[in-house]
């Protein structure tokens, strides 16, 4: 993940930088901490520090460096799992699955019996509380037990899409460690290879290559893996939340429409009708 990476190098240079500071600056002498370079002037502070942070980066370049092809393929597949995270960040918000605004639009222009205008709305919207108004207003006339029946079926369909459009997310969450256990495989072999085409030379510096490309896999895998598991379920959260918010907007609402009041257009009907027939008797009677 690229904002991984990002924060990753902010901390490691920020811990080295202050471990460095805290070695060059701070000894003890009879007691007494003192300042080893003996200035404290702005100008050759910022110096020293940007040269701590310059090689800093440069260390965890050479390390990653060191973890070969496997480090490259660890971080190319965290640029695919942080895009499509931050992608179901942006749509799994509160506001793109159950707008409030949209709960009130609809009910006013249920009530005032423009169904054309509440389905073009509704399907503007992009929501799945607008989904779900859509197939309800266009189904109105089917009865409170279909439309129910027709609004979860919608529901439960753009649920399950929803969840199907984590699996990137769990991919990178589970590929990541097995990813820095063959970069460890594939650096404990080498460490072996070396050992045997060395022979009884006995000097260790030459398996640390090899041995580093273990260690530094295994460390991006996991520093990946990590935050990839927790977005995950965090986004897997938000599914559950937006989707019980929706079960208890689309419900009341088909109440209040289907069974509490009945539909506006069947009063106006019924208003037509009595008007007529008032007319009519008065024409009769006219007669």
Request: hydrophobic content about 50%; overall charge negative; aromatic content about 4%.
């Amino acid at each position: 993940m690229r904002s991984v990476v990002v924060v990753l190098v902010c901390l490691i240079v920020v811990s080295l930088g202050a471990r460095a500071s805290f070695a060059q600056t701070d000894t003890v002498d009879g007691g007494v901490v003192v300042s080893s370079s003996g200035t404290n002037s702005p100008a050759l502070d910022t110096a020293e520090l940007s040269t701590q942070e310059s090689s800093a980066v440069e260390e965890l370049v050479h390390k990653l460096r060191q973890g070969g092809i496997v480090v490259v393929l660890q971080i190319l597949l965290s640029i695919v799992g942080m895009s499509v995270a931050l992608e179901r960040l942006v749509h799994l918000r509160g506001k793109a699955l159950v707008p409030p605004k949209l709960v009130d639009d609809a009910d006013r222009l249920w009530k005032e019996g423009k169904y054309d205008e509440l389905v073009e709305k509704a399907g503007n919207d992009g929501s799945l509380l607008g989904l779900v108004i859509e197939e309800v207003v266009r189904h109105r006339s089917a009865g409170h037990q279909v439309v129910s029946q027709l609004a979860g079926d919608v529901a439960a369909r753009e649920i399950r899409r929803h969840m199907q459009r984590l699996f990137p997310i769990a991919l990178v969450a589970t590929l990541e460690p097995l990813l820095g256990l063959l970069g460890t495989m594939l650096g404990m072999i080498g460490a072996f290879e070396t050992v045997a085409v060395a022979g009884s030379m006995g000097d260790a510096s030459i398996l640390a290559d090899d041995i580093a490309k273990a260690l530094v896999t295994t460390a991006v895998g996991l520093i990946i893996a990590i935050p990839a598991v927790f977005i995950y379920q965090c986004l897997k959260s938000q599914i559950g939340f937006g989707s019980a918010a929706l079960d208890q907007a689309a419900s009341g609402l088909i109440s209040d429409w289907l069974i509490l009041a009945p539909a506006p257009s069947e009063s106006a009907v019924e208003t037509v009708t009595a008007d007529s027939r008032e007319s009519a008797a008065v024409e009769v009677e006219a007669v």
